[in-house]
């Protein structure tokens, strides 16, 4: 018997190496994925979209918030993977009755790689987790020395990251988004904003200028498909803002993505560089 806290503090027993794995994240059946897990898997959400052939060979169970209980339970698994923002407690505590379901929450980059390293024990692939999380640390310590040398001119420049519309929503503090916003040297405006609670707070945009006014909005690929329409209204709400599409994924997906994240910010810093 072998016992695993997760990120939640909850301590799971096991006998042996869980071998039927349902993910509830679409990052982290990526992440399962490249460990070398993907025999392993047995179910995952319609939103797990990559690796793409996931959603012809796996069984999808319904969505992050909206499972398919007794389909989880038909497949047998051994462990559910789950995360404390994208399912719910009500979901966690129901999965709980089929079989040990592990939490993941993650906001840093430490609980990042604290999460791969913690998937590496529990599913005995060390040595991948290992080299998952050398990958993060060197491309994060190489992004920054690039941002720290070459577009020190971009640091401390304000961005508004919505990822909603009708009603507007934005990324605030104590969120993965803001983390990542903070390694692009940029500040939030509505990071830690006495005016809105939560970690995705519906915000008033005619108020933008006031209240921070920014000089990027950034208009997230997901879970909203923002239209031109959706920048031109933001930008009339602004002094000088230059607004930009960027890839949700990159912001907002946590575990191996991180890798492809870091190039995708470095081709980020020179578009903001241009537009300063």
Not at 62 to 67: E, I
Not at 174 to 182: A, S
Not at 253 to 265: D, H, N, P
Request: net charge negative; proline share 4%.
């Amino acid at each position: 018997m072998k016992q695993f806290t997760d990120q939640l503090g909850t301590v799971h027993t096991f006998e042996n190496t869980p071998k039927r794995i349902i993910s509830l994240v679409p990052s982290q059946t990526e992440l399962l994925f490249d460990l070398g897990l993907e025999d392993s898997i047995v179910g995952i959400t319609k939103f797990c979209v990559h690796p793409f052939h996931f959603k012809s060979t796996k069984e999808i169970i319904g969505g992050t918030k909206n499972v398919k209980y007794d389909k989880i339970k038909a497949l047998q698994p051994d462990i559910i993977i789950a995360n404390k923002e994208e399912n719910t407690e009500e979901i966690v505590q129901q999965l709980s009755d089929i079989c040990p379901v592990w939490v993941t929450d993650i906001v840093t980059i430490e609980e990042n790689n604290k999460m791969i390293e913690d998937f590496g024990n529990l599913f005995n692939k060390r040595t991948n987790a290992q080299k998952w999380i050398d990958k993060i640390n060197f491309g994060y310590q190489e992004f920054q020395h690039l941002v720290a040398s070459k577009f020190e001119e971009n640091a401390k420049q304000k961005v508004a990251y919505f990822i909603w519309a009708n009603p507007y929503m934005v990324a605030a503090g104590n969120t993965f988004i803001n983390e990542m916003l903070k390694i692009n040297g940029l500040e939030n405006i509505y990071d830690n904003n006495p005016k809105y609670e939560g970690r995705y707070p519906e915000v008033v945009i005619n108020k933008m200028r006031i209240q921070g006014d920014p000089d990027f909005v950034f208009l997230s690929s997901e879970p909203f498909p923002f239209k031109d329409e959706h920048a031109f209204e933001l930008g009339r709400h602004t002094h000088h803002a230059k607004t930009i599409f960027v890839d949700g994924e990159m912001f907002s997906w946590y575990g191996s993505r991180l890798v492809k994240a870091f190039e995708y910010f470095t081709k980020l810093q020179e578009k903001l560089y241009v537009y300063k």
